[in-house]
C-alpha cells in the first residue's frame, strides 16, 4: 500500500508540507509569553517610580474572550514639568531567557481616555522598554546589563487598543527582567492603561515538516510522557472510591501490568513505567513525592544492565514532599529501608506484578518468571489499611525523553475489596479510570488492531488549524483527525486509524494555515456560504422601524475562499450609507472579533435602502465588507 505526503508551496495560505527532513526547524523557538493576564496578574509586579496602583481586569485585547483579561494600572503622576516614569516588570526565573532567537518585544495597551486629561502635547505619554540582564545568567558570564533601553512608544489620545513592537533583534544577551515602564513629560494628574499580551517574539518560522509511518505499538492504551519537564507523571488511576488496599484482605491480592512496548534503549535508557499504591491521595500529579506513604515497582531499561527490564520495589512512610527513603537499601545502616529489592528480567516489555499475602509478605514477578521477594514491617502495612489508590503509567526522567511512550495491553488487578479489575483498553472505560491528575491529557491514545499509521508535524506550527486529506491530490477535505492530535516532545502527532485513510490505496494530508484578507457582513436571513461566489446564503429580511427592536449585525474574517478565520481577535468599525442605526453595544459602531466573528446589534430611526459596512481598524490590509442594500420599512 503506498502512501504519500504532499509537499506544496503556494503564495497563498494553503501550505502543503512534505515527508523530508528538516534543517532544524523542530528547533526554532515558539513566542515567549510573558503574561497575558487571562485570569490574574502572574507575571508582573510593581517595579518602582511614581506611585500606583495594579489590578486585574476582564476587559482584554482578544475583545472580550471568556477567560482572558489584562492588566489595569492606575498610575498617579504629579502636576508637574520634567520627566516621571513608573515601572512594570516582568521578571524570569533563572537562568532567564537567551533573546539572540528572537525579532521583537510585543505588547497591547488602550488608554482610558475617559475623563483623564491628556498631556500638554496631546499624548498620554509613552512607555519606555528597557531590558536587564545579570552577570553569571545564561550567556552574559560576568557582563551585567542594568539597564538597556530598547526604545519607546508614544501613547495617543485613542480608545481602541494598540498593538506596539520594540526590536530586540540586535541586544542579544540573557534576559532576566523586562520593565514596561509608562512616563510623561510634562506630567498630568493621573491616567489609566490596560496592558496585555507581553511577549517575546519569534522570526516567521518554516512550515512544519510532515510525515507518516507505520504505527509500531500492540494495540492496548498508549502512555504518552510529557509533554515538558524531566519528571512529569503521565498516570491514570482508580478511583478514591474504589478501596484498592491488599491489608486485611483474605489470600492473595495482586497488581499486573504488561507492557505491549518500551522505548529503545540505550537513546532512552532510564524511561520509567510504573505502579503505585497510595493511600487517600488527593488531585495531585506527583503522588510518589507529594503523599506521605507510597508503595511503588519503578521498571526501567536498566544501563547498568545493558538495557534489561528492572523492576524496583520502593516505598516509603511518614515521608510527604519527599523521596530519599525509596533509595535506601539494606546496606545504608541507620536509616529507614526503602528499596528492598528488585528483580531484573530480559526486557522491560512483559508482565510485571506485585502480589501481596498477609499485609507484610511481598513478590516481585518479572517477564520470563523472574521472582524477587520482601516484607513490610505490621506497622508499615498498617498505613496502607485504607483508601488506597492505584496508579499506572510512566515518567520520562529526562526532558529528552517527552515523546516516548510505553503501550499497556493489559491492567489486571484481583483480591481486593473493588472486585476485580481485568482491562485490555479496548476503549478507555472513565468510570473504571480517572486521567484528571496526568500531566497532560492529551497523552493517552487508545490503539487499536486497525490504527495503522502516525501521522506528525514538526512544531511550532502556529496557525497551522486546519488538516487536510486527499485521494487525487484535487479533492480536499477537512479532516476530524485535527481534533485527536497530542504534543509528543516537539512534535505533534495523531494515530491514524486504515478508516481514517481517504483512499485504500492511497492517502495525501496536508495542514492548512488560513490567513484572512477581507470582511463579510451577514444580515438577518442570510448565512455563511464558505467556497461561493459571494460567501454567503439567502437574503436579507426588510427591517421594521415601528418594532424598535435590535437586529443582528454579524462580521466576519475571512480568507479568500471565505471561510472564517477563527484564530482573528481584530477590532471592527461599522458605519452606514445612509439611516440612523442606533448601535446598542458600542454607541459608535464597533466590535471587537471573538474566533474570527462578532455580533452588534442595531435599532433604525429611519427608513429606506442603504449598505453597512465593516473596515477591520486593527488590520486595515484587509478588504472592507459590505452588506446587501438593508430595507427598512417604515
Request: proline share 7%; aromatic share 10%; hydrophobic share 40%.
Amino acid at each position: 500500500m503506498n502512501k504519500h505526503i504532499l509537499q506544496q508551496r503556494m503564495a497563498s495560505a494553503l501550505l502543503g508540507l512534505a515527508l523530508m527532513g528538516s534543517a532544524g526547524s523542530a528547533l526554532a523557538v515558539s513566542d515567549h509569553v510573558f503574561a497575558t493576564f487571562d485570569t490574574d496578574l502572574t507575571g508582573a509586579a510593581d517595579g518602582g517610580g511614581v506611585a500606583k496602583t495594579l489590578s486585574w481586569s476582564a476587559y482584554n485585547a482578544s475583545g472580550g474572550a471568556p477567560g482572558s483579561g489584562s492588566l489595569y494600572a492606575a498610575i498617579n503622576w504629579a502636576n508637574a514639568a520634567g520627566w516621571q516614569d513608573s515601572k512594570i516588570n516582568f521578571a524570569l526565573a533563572w537562568p532567564g531567557i537567551e533573546t539572540a532567537p528572537y525579532v521583537n518585544i510585543e505588547f497591547d495597551v488602550l488608554v482610558n481616555t475617559t475623563n483623564q486629561p491628556a498631556a500638554v502635547n496631546g499624548t498620554y505619554g509613552g512607555i519606555q522598554v528597557v531590558v536587564q540582564g545579570w552577570s553569571g545568567w545564561g550567556s552574559n558570564g560576568t557582563n551585567s546589563y542594568n539597564w538597556d533601553s530598547l526604545g519607546t512608544v508614544v501613547l495617543g489620545a485613542t480608545n481602541t487598543w494598540q498593538h506596539y513592537k520594540i526590536s530586540i533583534a540586535n541586544w542579544g544577551h540573557n534576559l532576566a527582567n523586562l520593565v514596561l515602564n509608562p512616563f510623561v513629560n510634562p506630567g498630568t494628574n493621573h491616567v489609566g492603561l490596560w496592558i496585555d499580551n507581553v511577549m517575546l517574539t519569534a522570526p516567521p518560522q518554516p512550515p512544519p515538516v510532515m510525515s507518516l509511518k507505520a504505527n509500531t505499538s500492540p494495540p492496548g492504551l498508549q502512555i504518552i510522557a510529557g509533554p515538558s519537564g524531566d519528571y512529569n507523571r503521565q498516570n491514570i488511576r482508580t478511583y478514591p472510591t474504589n478501596e484498592m488496599t491488599w491489608v486485611g484482605r483474605p489470600g492473595t491480592v495482586t497488581y499486573s501490568m504488561t507492557l505491549g512496548a518500551f522505548p529503545a534503549f540505550p537513546a532512552y535508557s532510564g524511561f520509567q513505567a510504573h505502579m503505585m499504591l497510595v493511600p487517600n491521595p488527593a488531585a495531585s500529579t506527583s503522588p510518589d513525592w507529594d503523599y506521605a506513604n507510597a508503595l511503588c515497582l519503578f521498571v526501567v531499561n536498566d544501563p547498568a544492565a545493558n538495557g534489561q527490564g528492572v523492576g524496583a520495589l520502593r516505598f516509603k512512610t511518614n515521608s510527604p514532599a519527599a523521596n530519599a527513603m525509596y533509595f535506601q537499601g539494606p546496606n545504608d545502616q541507620g536509616l529507614p529501608v526503602g528499596y528492598p529489592t528488585n528483580v531484573h528480567a530480559a526486557s522491560p516489555v512483559g508482565t510485571w506484578s506485585l502480589s501481596f499475602s498477609q499485609d507484610t509478605n511481598i513478590t516481585i514477578t518479572g517477564p520470563g518468571g523472574v521472582i524477587a521477594t520482601a516484607t513490610l514491617t505490621a506497622d508499615q502495612a498498617a498505613l496502607f489499611a485504607s483508601g488506597v489508590t492505584f496508579y499506572v503509567g510512566d515518567q520520562p526522567n529526562g526532558a529528552a525523553k517527552n515523546g516516548q511512550s510505553i503501550t499497556l495491553t493489559s491492567v489486571d488487578i484481583t483480591g481486593t475489596a473493588a472486585g476485580p479489575i481485568h482491562d485490555t483498553f479496548t476503549s478507555f472505560n472513565a468510570e473504571r479510570w480517572d486521567n484528571s491528575t496526568a500531566s497532560s491529557k492529551a497523552g493517552f491514545v487508545i490503539i487499536g488492531p486497525n490504527d495503522r499509521y502516525v501521522l506528525s508535524w514538526t512544531t511550532p506550527d502556529k496557525g497551522f488549524s486546519e488538516l487536510l486529506t486527499s485521494s487525487n491530490l484535487v479533492n480536499w477535505v477537512s479532516s476530524p483527525l485535527i481534533e485527536h492530535t497530542f504534543l509528543a516532545g516537539t512534535d505533534r502527532k495523531v494515530v491514524v486509524q486504515t478508516a481514517d485513510m481517504p483512499d485504500a490505496n492511497h492517502g495525501y494530508f496536508r495542514l492548512l494555515k488560513r490567513m484572512a484578507t477581507r470582511l463579510q457582513i451577514l444580515l438577518p436571513g442570510e448565512t455563511s456560504a464558505p467556497y461561493t461566489p459571494s460567501g454567503k446564503s439567502g437574503a436579507p429580511i426588510p427591517m421594521d422601524m415601528m418594532a424598535m427592536e435590535a437586529h443582528n449585525i454579524v462580521v466576519n474574517a475571512c480568507d479568500d475562499n471565505w471561510v472564517i478565520v477563527t484564530s482573528v481577535t481584530d477590532q471592527v468599525q461599522l458605519s452606514t450609507s445612509g439611516g440612523f442605526p442606533i448601535w446598542t453595544d458600542d454607541p459608535e459602531g464597533k466590535i471587537n472579533l471573538v474566533n474570527g466573528t462578532g455580533t452588534a446589534h442595531a435599532i433604525w430611526n429611519d427608513t429606506g435602502s442603504f449598505t453597512i459596512t465593516a473596515t477591520d481598524l486593527s488590520d486595515p490590509a484587509k478588504t472592507p465588507g459590505t452588506a446587501a442594500a438593508q430595507v427598512v420599512a417604515p
